[in-house]
Each structure stands twice: as structure tokens, then as C-alpha cells.
């Protein structure tokens, strides 16, 4: 399925109802350039579980951020850390809760066995964004 967003504010939104298919312990990649869109989107999967999107920011210091509205939720961005480093913290994850990757792709494909979603978001022509959800049944 791929949705045309024209604004920051259709991102979240496209968030938002993509969260409803989700039941809370799923693991997501979202993938895409430095300043697409990943945490616009990331700020609407949180808002449809009454997670302030305000407090949804880039963990790209912390590594981790983790939320906690209806469900948890653990935003991770693997920018700035090695493969290994990456399996390891999300390891060490524990309780129930929706864990979503950016640069989630850094990770070795065994990984995706656990991903249910991969998600990706590009610029078209015109500086608008495509965001393309796959679910791994459709791959
Ligand atoms: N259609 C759009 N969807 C999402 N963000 C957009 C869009 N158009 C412009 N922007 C801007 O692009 C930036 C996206 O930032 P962010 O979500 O942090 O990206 P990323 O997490 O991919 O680095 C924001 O400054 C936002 O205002
Ligand atoms: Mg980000």
C-alpha cells in the first residue's frame, strides 16, 4: 500500500490509522532518509494510543525512547549504533510492548523474522512524501 503525504500533519494522520491494525507487540522498521518523515509518522502510531506526540522525538542521543500510553511503545533509531549493539539493546527489552526500528534496516535480515511491518518513506518528485507499509504477509 503506498499514501501520498503532502504535509507533516498527513504523515502523523497516516500514522494514526495504521496503528489501528496494531495489537501491541509488534516489532516495525520504518526506513527513510534524515528528515522524510519517520518521527512525524512515529508521533501518530503513538497519539492513536494516547501517547502525547510531543514527547515522540528522534532518539538519536538516548538510542531509546520509550512511551507509555495504552500500550508501550519502545521508539528506537539505530542511526548511530553498530549492528550488534542494535540486536543487543533491543534484546534487552522487557515487557510487553510495540518496538519500532528506525534504520531498522541496519539489522541482519534474521532479524526481520520478528518484523511485522516494514515501512518506508520517500521523497517524490515534488518534495511531497510516499509511504509505502508493507506487512510481511505481503512480501
Ligand atoms: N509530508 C511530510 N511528512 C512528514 N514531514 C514533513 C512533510 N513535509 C515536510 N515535513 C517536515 O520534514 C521533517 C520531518 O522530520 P522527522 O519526522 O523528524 O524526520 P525523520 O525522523 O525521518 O528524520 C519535519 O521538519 C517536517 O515538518
Ligand atoms: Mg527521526
New binding site residues.
Given amino acids: 500500500m503506498i499514501i501520498k ?8 494522520k497516516i500514522g494514526i490509522n495504521f496503528a489501528e491494525s496494531l495489537k501491541g507487540d509488534e516489532i516495525i522498521i ?1 526506513s ?12 501518530g502510531i503513538a497519539e492513536y494510543f494516547d501517547i502525547d506526540s510531543k514527547e515522540v ?2 532518539p538519536t542521543f538516548t538510542i531509546m525512547n520509550i512511551y507509555y500510553g495504552k500500550i508501550t511503545i519502545y521508539h528506537l ?1 539505530l542511526y548511530r549504533v553498530s549492528e550488534e549493539e542494535a540486536e543487543e539493546i533491543i534484546s534487552e527489552i522487557e515487557g510487553k510492548g510495540v518496538i519500532i526500528l ?1 534504520w531498522g534496516e541496519k539489522l541482519n535480515p534474521v532479524y526481520f523474522d520478528n518484523v511485522k511491518y516494514f515501512i518506508e ?1 520517500e521523497y517524490d518528485k515534488e ?3 510516499e509511504i509505502k507499509i508493507r506487512g510481511l504477509t505481503d512480501v
Avoid: F, W, Y
Avoid at 527513510?32 to 508521533?43: A, D, M, P, S
Fill in positions: 503525504s503532502e504535509a507533516p500533519e498527513d504523515t502523523r520504518v527513510g532518509e534524515l528528515g522524510v518523515g519517520k518521527t512525524h509518522l512515529i508521533k522525538n528522534s533509531d528506525e518513506i518534495l511531497n512524501r
